[in-house]
């Protein structure tokens, strides 16, 4: 059974840091093109970061490019976000998902509906 965990969030203050993570079970994330994606209330699920399966390059939203970074672990099978000088702008629901979908890097971060597995979300919330 496919499976994805996103854990990690929580309430910070403005120009604090959180490290999220993303855990697979069913198949493992080294074969997989990884994203973050985060959906504020009211608003569209805006891709964050992303990681490609071919040559493992990485990619960031512009709004979030200094601040955010993303990395793996493949003997843990795991995922994770390094999110730091945290603004309220950030503030959303955060989900990791996984493809094994082959496209340009670019691709991993604003097409979400090329995307097979999705976790669950984890709520990052910033103080004003």
């Known amino acids: 059974d496919v499976q994805l965990q996103a854990s990690g969030g929580g309430l910070v203050q403005a120009g604090g840091s959180l490290r999220l993570s993303c855990t697979a079970s069913?198949?493992?994330?080294?074969?997989?093109?990884i994203g973050w994606f985060r959906q504020a209330p009211g608003k569209e699920r805006e891709g964050v970061s992303c990681?490609?399966?071919?040559?493992?390059?990485?990619a960031y939203a512009d709004s979030v490019k200094g601040r955010f970074t993303i990395s793996s672990d493949n003997a843990k099978n795991a995922v994770y976000l390094q999110m730091n000088n945290l603004k309220h702008e950030d503030t959303a629901v955060y989900y990791c998902?996984?493809?094994?979908?082959?496209?340009?890097?670019?691709?991993?971060?604003?097409?979400?509906?090329?995307?097979?597995?999705w976790g669950q979300g984890t709520q990052v919330t910033v103080s004003s």
């Open positions: 990681t490609s399966s071919v040559d493992g390059t990485t």
């Open positions: 998902a996984a493809t094994g979908r082959a496209y340009t890097l670019n691709r991993y971060l604003t097409l979400s509906s090329i995307y097979d597995y």
């Open positions: 069913g198949f493992t994330f080294g074969d997989y093109a």
